[in-house]
């Protein structure tokens, strides 16, 4: 994945930001919409896939929403 | 480097650790500086993870590189998903970071800095962070199964249902306490009343942003909700000084109880994308925000330490709260040593994102000494504060009165010199008409930090600001839990309650969820109006049972992972888990009968029900009863607690009996027993 030449200062930022980001996502539920996408095409590439927006609020249910008898924050 | 080079980096931490804790734990009443302490527990951390914590890793769990984690095998984008370590850690220790690391060492805090310290650097070393990690690992090796699951599969069917009781009775002290908490903080101040209740249009506005205008954009919809938090507080200092506005956001503790209630029940029926998501969004980013932010303060500032390093109070006779060093400190600080809540934790979302199973230290143990380290801040916070200010704070009015005289008389006697004028000067200060008798930890929480603040930006101008700020920020993560919480007891009480009448279970049903919340509210109301109308504060009864539940917990969780050990084959390695599963037990079973049996009525349930009953029989009224009929109510709250003390205590038994059981039959055996799943290699992939 590492491109060839070596990254420059904007690049290295950019890959921090983009760690910051996900990091800031995870922490309230929300996991990368990019690796789900990639992980669609590389496995059920035949299979509909959820577009940003339902993706969103699949996730928004699942940490929150009915039945989740998991607490997901501590004292 | 070589690897004489490394022994040496060590051996220079190890002799700066040692010459940091010398300092903080051998002052002789000159002053101390705070970064003594955070050295101190920093140079420990550090050594801690790299002999004892990767000791585990690679000894006791023998952690394999290769094996494919639940993350990886089953990856589906949503659930299972492999997760870059650093950003796993982020996920991880805002989950386990909350409102509890914060309140208990400033609640300890009233036998000095330093029985304080030692607990949360030894506490976390030995047990809490061995807790997380180990819990995490079994986990991990069980596709991401929960506490409850991994304790009926591996130890039975009887204890795995004891072990969810006992997880719903913790949820329900755990509300009841952290609701006291925002209570307490709330009372009689129309500023943080107007600033919390703000946050509930504000969520509102950001969660139809975020479903219906711009779907799915958490960063921006976060900080316009920061800044509108922001107005929120500046405003509220308009309304606290507004002769219209401000009552009409003055409180006291019951009508403050009761609106509490209402929003448990309305809150948790309403959709999560409404006001909870949304809140939690403000909550977290505001509580890494100012985590960061104290961590920066305390350095820059480099505050010095009022407290004492050991008060008188150690013999038990503490205002803040009551019962002797062993074993109620403890109890007292759980959460930051070790807590049993993190069980839950650690076998909930984390497992199913670790990307490789040597990511687990970082995550497990590492996660957990950064929440010690949060504590240590906590007790920093409370001590550089004035001694004097620190008991006017949280002793309850029945010991120190209610007016800044009554308070200043009684704790200079104590030998903690403070003049009226300086409580009032402080009240001023802060923006509020008062700070006696502010108990449960928040406020006092909030003073320190506002001097942090204040001290780093902005001066004695923005110590109003701060202390708004700080409360704000305490309040929102524990209505969030709240709020979370009631709903997590309502899915666990539709699913008991369920079994008998299936027409409860269904979740789709708004009689069935109205039904269920009002039943779990009520639970934890019942406690938290309990709390509020105790003379003694509250927090007197209900933290320590708190406590015990989540040492109970934890000492549940700690047993699990002994017998697997023991079930695959290690258990010349089972003194790992085994260490701290015994001082747990035997500090929640000693406070346990000392808060049902203990002779004075401050700390024994039964001595203060038979207080308050021989008084009735001679026709008296005791305060802070008005009536008869509260006398009663005081002496069945009693016997209630002094129920559910022993209910704590003999769940903690029944898992040990069964865990030992289980220990033995896995002995008897000639081979691993344990129930693990998938086995398979990373390069097969």
């Given at each position: 994945?590492?491109?060839?030449?070596?990254?420059?200062?904007f690049?290295?930022l950019?890959?921090?930001?983009?760690?910051?980001?996900?990091?800031?996502?995870?922490?309230?539920?929300?996991?990368?919409y990019?690796?789900y996408?990639?992980?669609?095409?590389?496995?059920?590439a035949?299979?509909?896939?959820?577009?940003y927006?339902?993706?969103?609020?699949?996730r928004?249910a699942?940490?929150?929403?009915?039945?989740?008898?998991?607490?997901?924050?501590?004292? | 480097?070589?690897?004489?080079g490394?022994?040496?980096?060590?051996?220079a931490?190890?002799?700066?650790?040692?010459?940091?804790?010398?300092?903080?734990?051998?002052?002789?009443?000159?002053?101390?500086?705070?970064?003594?302490?955070?050295?101190?527990?920093v140079?420990?951390?550090?050594?801690?993870?790299?002999?004892?914590?990767l000791?585990?890793?690679?000894?006791?769990m023998q952690?394999?590189?290769?094996?494919?984690?639940p993350?990886v095998?089953?990856?589906?984008?949503?659930?299972?998903?492999?997760?870059?370590?650093n950003?796993l850690?982020?996920?991880?220790?805002?989950?386990?970071?909350g409102?509890?690391?914060?309140?208990?060492?400033?609640?300890?805090?009233q036998?000095?800095?330093?029985?304080g310290?030692?607990?949360?650097?030894?506490?976390?070393?030995?047990a809490?962070?061995?807790?997380?990690?180990?819990?995490?690992?079994i986990?991990?090796?069980?596709?991401?199964?929960s506490?409850?699951?991994?304790?009926?599969?591996?130890?039975?069917?009887?204890p795995?249902?004891?072990?969810m009781?006992?997880t719903?009775m913790?949820i329900?002290?755990l509300?009841?306490?952290?609701?006291?908490i925002?209570?307490?903080?709330?009372?009689?101040?129309?500023w943080?009343?107007?600033?919390?209740?703000?946050?509930?249009?504000?969520?509102?506005?950001?969660g139809?942003?975020?479903?219906?205008?711009?779907?799915?954009?958490?960063?921006?919809?976060?900080?316009?909700?920061?800044?509108?938090?922001?107005?929120?507080?500046?405003?509220?200092?308009q309304?606290?000084?507004?002769?219209?506005?401000?009552?009409?956001?003055?409180?006291?503790?019951?009508?403050?109880?009761?609106?509490?209630l209402?929003y448990?029940?309305?809150?948790?029926?309403l959709?999560?994308?409404?006001?909870?998501a949304?809140?939690?969004?403000?909550?977290?980013f505001?509580?890494i925000?100012?985590?960061?932010?104290?961590?920066?303060g305390?350095l820059?500032?480099?505050?010095?330490?009022?407290m004492?390093?050991?008060?008188?109070?150690i013999?038990?006779?503490g205002p803040v709260?009551?019962?002797?060093?062993?074993?109620?400190?403890?109890?007292?600080?759980?959460c930051?040593a070790?807590?049993?809540?993190?069980?839950?934790i650690?076998?909930?979302?984390?497992?199913?994102?670790?990307?490789?199973?040597?990511h687990?230290?970082m995550?497990?143990?590492?996660?957990?000494?950064?929440?010690?380290?949060?504590?240590?801040?906590?007790l920093?916070?409370?001590?550089?504060i004035?001694?004097?200010?620190y008991?006017?704070m949280?002793?309850?009015a029945?010991?120190?009165g209610?007016?800044?005289?009554?308070?200043?008389?009684?704790?200079s006697?104590?030998?903690?010199?403070?003049?009226?004028?300086?409580?009032?000067?402080t009240?001023?200060?802060?923006?509020?008409?008062?700070?006696?008798?502010?108990?449960?930890?928040?406020?006092?929480?909030?003073?320190?930090?506002?001097?942090?603040?204040?001290?780093?930006?902005?001066?004695?101008?923005?110590?109003?600001?701060?202390?708004?700020?700080?409360?704000?920020f305490?309040?929102?993560?524990?209505?969030?839990?709240?709020?979370?919480?009631?709903?997590?007891?309502?899915?666990?009480?539709?699913?008991?309650?369920?079994?008998?009448v299936?027409?409860?279970?269904?979740t789709?049903?708004?009689?069935g969820?109205?039904?269920?919340?009002?039943?779990?509210?009520?639970?934890?109301?019942?406690?938290?109006?309990?709390?509020?109308?105790d003379?003694?504060?509250?927090i007197?009864?209900?933290?320590?049972?708190?406590?015990?539940?989540?040492?109970?917990?934890?000492?549940?969780a700690?047993?699990?992972?002994t017998?697997?050990?023991?079930?695959?084959?290690?258990?010349?390695?089972?003194?790992?888990?085994?260490?701290?599963?015994i001082w747990l037990?035997?500090?929640?079973l000693?406070?346990?009968?000392?808060?049902?049996?203990?002779?004075?009525?401050?700390?024994?349930?039964?001595?203060?029900?038979?207080?308050?009953?021989?008084?009735?029989?001679q026709?008296?009224?005791?305060?802070?009863?008005?009536?008869?009929?509260?006398?009663?109510q005081?002496?069945?709250?009693?016997y209630?607690?002094?129920?559910l003390?022993?209910?704590?205590?003999?769940v903690l038994l029944a898992?040990?009996?069964?865990?030992?059981k289980?220990?033995?039959?896995?002995?008897?055996?000639?081979h691993?027993?344990?129930?693990?799943?998938?086995?398979?290699?990373?390069?097969?992939?």
């Amino acid at each position: 994945m590492r491109p060839a030449h070596a990254p420059s200062m904007f690049e290295k930022l950019k890959v921090i930001n983009s760690y910051f980001v996900q990091t800031a996502n995870l922490m309230v539920g929300l996991p990368s919409y990019q690796n789900y996408l990639d992980h669609m095409a590389k496995t059920h590439a035949d299979k509909p896939v959820m577009d940003y927006e339902t993706f969103f609020r699949e996730r928004q249910a699942a940490r929150y929403g009915e039945g989740a008898t998991r607490m997901s924050r501590c004292c | 480097m070589n690897a004489i080079g490394k022994q040496l980096i060590w051996l220079a931490i190890a002799i700066f650790g040692a010459f940091s804790l010398a300092t903080v734990a051998l002052s002789q009443g000159e002053t101390i500086n705070a970064l003594w302490m955070v050295t101190a527990a920093v140079s420990i951390y550090l050594i801690a993870y790299r002999f004892y914590g990767l000791y585990i890793a690679h000894n006791v769990m023998q952690l394999d590189e290769k094996r494919l984690t639940p993350a990886v095998r089953l990856n589906d984008g949503l659930d299972y998903v492999p997760t870059h370590k650093n950003v796993l850690f982020g996920h991880h220790f805002a989950a386990i970071a909350g409102a509890g690391p914060l309140v208990g060492p400033v609640l300890a805090a009233q036998m000095g800095y330093l029985p304080g310290l030692l607990w949360l650097l030894v506490g976390v070393v030995m047990a809490g962070a061995v807790q997380d990690f180990m819990v995490l690992f079994i986990s991990v090796r069980r596709n991401g199964r929960s506490l409850g699951e991994m304790v009926k599969e591996e130890m039975g069917v009887v204890p795995g249902l004891i072990a969810m009781f006992g997880t719903f009775m913790i949820i329900t002290i755990l509300l009841a306490v952290l609701a006291l908490i925002v209570v307490k903080a709330l009372a009689e101040s129309p500023w943080g009343t107007f600033t919390v209740a703000a946050t509930i249009p504000i969520a509102f506005f950001m969660g139809i942003y975020s479903r219906y205008l711009r779907p799915g954009h958490i960063a921006e919809i976060s900080l316009i909700g920061l800044v509108l938090l922001m107005f929120a507080i500046i405003y509220g200092g308009q309304v606290a000084v507004d002769p219209t506005l401000a009552p009409m956001f003055t409180f006291d503790g019951k009508q403050l109880t009761w609106m509490l209630l209402a929003y448990g029940v309305v809150a948790s029926v309403l959709p999560v994308w409404l006001l909870l998501a949304p809140r939690d969004y403000l909550s977290t980013f505001l509580k890494i925000g100012t985590i960061f932010g104290l961590a920066l303060g305390i350095l820059w500032v480099a505050p010095d330490l009022k407290m004492p390093a050991m008060t008188k109070f150690i013999d038990g006779t503490g205002p803040v709260w009551s019962g002797s060093l062993f074993p109620f400190l403890f109890i007292t600080i759980a959460c930051g040593a070790v807590s049993g809540f993190h069980s839950l934790i650690s076998s909930g979302t984390t497992p199913k994102l670790l990307e490789n199973e040597m990511h687990a230290p970082m995550i497990g143990y590492g996660g957990m000494l950064m929440e010690s380290f949060v504590a240590v801040m906590a007790l920093v916070a409370a001590s550089i504060i004035d001694p004097g200010v620190y008991f006017a704070m949280n002793s309850p009015a029945a010991l120190i009165g209610t007016s800044p005289e009554s308070a200043a008389a009684a704790i200079s006697q104590w030998g903690f010199m403070i003049t009226p004028e300086m409580l009032q000067e402080t009240a001023r200060n802060v923006g509020e008409n008062t700070i006696i008798s502010r108990t449960g930890g928040a406020p006092t929480l909030a003073v320190g930090m506002a001097q942090i603040f204040a001290s780093a930006l902005g001066g004695q101008a923005m110590m109003a600001f701060w202390y708004h700020f700080a409360i704000l920020f305490e309040a929102l993560f524990i209505l969030t839990a709240v709020d979370a919480g009631t709903r997590v007891g309502r899915f666990m009480l539709q699913d008991l309650i369920g079994a008998f009448v299936p027409a409860l279970k269904n979740t789709k049903s708004i009689t069935g969820n109205l039904l269920a919340s009002v039943l779990c509210v009520s639970a934890w109301g019942y406690f938290l109006y309990q709390g509020v109308a105790d003379p003694l504060g509250g927090i007197n009864t209900l933290w320590p049972l708190f406590g015990i539940s989540n040492q109970m917990l934890a000492a549940i969780a700690l047993t699990l992972c002994t017998v697997v050990l023991f079930k695959m084959k290690r258990q010349a390695y089972a003194w790992v888990t085994l260490i701290p599963t015994i001082w747990l037990l035997i500090c929640t079973l000693t406070a346990g009968m000392e808060k049902i049996f203990h002779s004075n009525p401050k700390i024994g349930f039964l001595a203060n029900a038979q207080k308050f009953q021989t008084a009735l029989s001679q026709d008296q009224l005791l305060a802070p009863a008005k009536s008869m009929a509260q006398m009663h109510q005081i002496v069945f709250n009693n016997y209630l607690n002094a129920s559910l003390a022993a209910i704590f205590m003999l769940v903690l038994l029944a898992v040990l009996f069964y865990g030992i059981k289980e220990c033995m039959r896995a002995l008897r055996s000639q081979h691993p027993t344990t129930h693990e799943s998938g086995v398979g290699d990373l390069q097969s992939v």
